[in-house]
């Protein structure tokens, strides 16, 4: 989902920013608001910033494809944090990976994000909490998240390149060339984002689930103990 | 024990990984590489292309310099606020 410098042409790559923009704006205001309720915020927002920046850098080989690729990061940031603040932290994390390690590009950082950041981040963040409306389990949920969030950023992607790139081709041509291509040595890193998110949030769950009620990720009434306040242990 | 022959298969599962990646002949080549390659030739159809990066930080040690000083920052703004992060404990399951 990193495309490079150069990739896009100018008004496509200036479109992308534009759309971005709105939501890394939009999440600047959300992360003030609650960075005034919850000061604690910050932290986790700097933390869940270089949490993104590494899983979205690190690569993971495929052996049957015979290539690396890498997760995403963002629909674990967007469930805990919420899928604007995810925006901005997926702006952050790929501006330094452009910066530092040619990784991505500065033109392309709006589609970047776009992609990584909102795709990935709302649908995550969608299917997170659809999942546990539904009853399901913050595993599951986590699981659910995090696979078909992957994967969403792939296809974001796919279409972004198929709009700016397809020239006298058809959309859908170059469209299926590029997800074609993503999709074998992507599918197996969902599975693994997927199972790393349910774990994640699981972890979570069990060793500070006041995060997680302050994140309103889940109610205090889901922790045993906690007599609708954070759940430590009397 | 259940836990300890999981783990033992993980263990066993990655070591096996990467003596195979080893020794084969496979590149693995990252697939935004890869899949940028084929974009890249449409992109070349309609005027764009990939280039080289604006800024060029693979100069010497100059990324070497900004990792350590990136570092120093980061690791002072964790200790900074270590207690806020890591300080509390909690001993409460959370039903599932």
Redesign the interface.
Known sequence: MHIAEGLLPAGYAAAYYAGAGIFVAKGLMDYKKKSELEPMTKQLTGVMTAAVFLISLLPIPVPFTGTCSHPGGTPLAAILLGPWITSVISMIAMLFQALFFAHGGLTTLGANTLTMGVFGGFVGWFLFRGARRLGLNLFVSGLLAGLIGDITIYLGTSIQLALAVHGNHSIGEVFWAVFGAFLPTQAPLAVLEGVFTGMVINYVAAHRPDILIMLKVIKPEDVPNSQGGVGYEQ | MNNKLVWLIVLIAFVG?VI??SN?N???????E???G???Q??Q??????????????KGDL?LF??ALGGAG?GF?LGY?WR??FG?K???????
């Open positions: 990984l195979f990646i084969s496979l590149e693995m080549p990252g697939a935004d890869h899949v940028g084929i974009a890249n449409y992109a159809e309609v005027g764009a292309g990939e280039r080289d990066p604006y800024i060029n930080t693979d990324l900004m990792f980061a703004c606020n806020d992060l509390k909690s001993g409460v399951r959370v039903v599932r």
